[in-house]
Nanobody, 119 residues
Framework: QVQVVESGGGLVQSGGSLRLSCAASGNIRSIYLMGWYRQAPGKQRELVAEITSGGGSHYSDSVKDRFTISRDNAKNTVYLQMSGLKPEDTGVYYC?????????????WGQGTLVTVSS
């Protein structure tokens, strides 16, 4: 099993920056993909950015060129650097770890961290 814990959310003004962290523990070697998702009030959870174990990354169109996902393998931590924040970036941000053990895929979620962007 894998556990993920997010941190770094908060209140920021429009145009500001925040960095979110996601620390993973447990069966780290089973993780092949980690991602950040967000859920705004009244909306479905959506993918923000993801990064593979090899370092390849993918972003949603709405955050491309503003957000950067990175990983520190020594610390088993994935980061989401958010810049140029907009009120529509407000939501609960969740970290996800996708694992594979044998032929079994599992997804693990953190408890979420709230990001509020004021206009």
């Amino acid at each position: 099993q894998v556990q993920v814990v997010e941190s770094g959310g908060g209140l920021v003004q429009s145009g500001g920056s925040l960095r979110l962290s996601c620390a993973a523990s447990g069966n780290i070697r089973s993780i092949y993909l980690m991602g950040w998702y967000r859920q705004a009030p009244g909306k479905q959870r959506e993918l923000v950015a993801e990064i593979t174990s090899g370092g390849g990354s993918h972003y949603s169109d709405s955050v491309k060129d503003r957000f950067t996902i990175s990983r520190d393998n020594a610390k088993n931590t994935v980061y989401l650097q958010m810049s140029g924040l907009k009120p529509e970036d407000t939501g609960v941000y969740y970290c996800n770890a996708a694992t594979i053990v044998g032929a079994t895929n599992e997804n693990y979620w953190g408890q979420g961290t709230l990001v509020t962007v004021s206009s």
